[in-house]
């Protein structure tokens, strides 16, 4: 059974940083991707950034040049680096692996609350 589980969320004033952690365990492909959404109370769940295990990574233009993902193959955890925080990115923060077989699989950890104050 694969779990996902978030850590890292909290309260930061504008200007500063955070950084989210996520591990993966049980039966995880050696092909994936993993990556982080948020959602922020009344709007709809939306891509932050996501990479794959090759190394690819993509991001949304609200946070390109402020965050950064990474990740660890081995460990089977993904991070995210936020720089210069601005009170838009308060949402509840997820994280998502998404593997492929026959059909997709995505998991979800049970997310982690960043705000971000003015």
């Known amino acids: 059974q694969v779990q996902v589980v978030e850590s890292g969320g909290g309260l930061v004033q504008a200007g500063g940083s955070l950084r989210l952690s996520c591990a993966a365990s049980?039966?995880?492909?050696?092909?994936?991707?993993m990556g982080w959404y948020r959602q922020a109370p009344g709007k709809q769940r939306e891509l932050v950034a996501v990479?794959?295990?090759?190394?690819?990574?993509n991001y949304a233009d609200s946070v390109k040049g402020r965050f950064t993902i990474s990740r660890d193959n081995a460990k089977k955890m993904v991070f995210l680096q936020m720089n210069s925080l601005k009170p838009e990115d308060t949402a509840v923060y997820y994280c998502?692996?998404?593997?492929?077989?026959?059909?997709?699989?995505?998991?979800w950890g049970q997310g982690t609350q960043v705000t971000v104050s003015s």
């Open positions: 998502n692996l998404r593997q492929f077989s026959l059909h997709v699989y995505d998991y």
């Open positions: 990479t794959t295990s090759g190394g690819t990574t």
């Open positions: 049980g039966s995880i492909f050696s092909t994936n991707v």
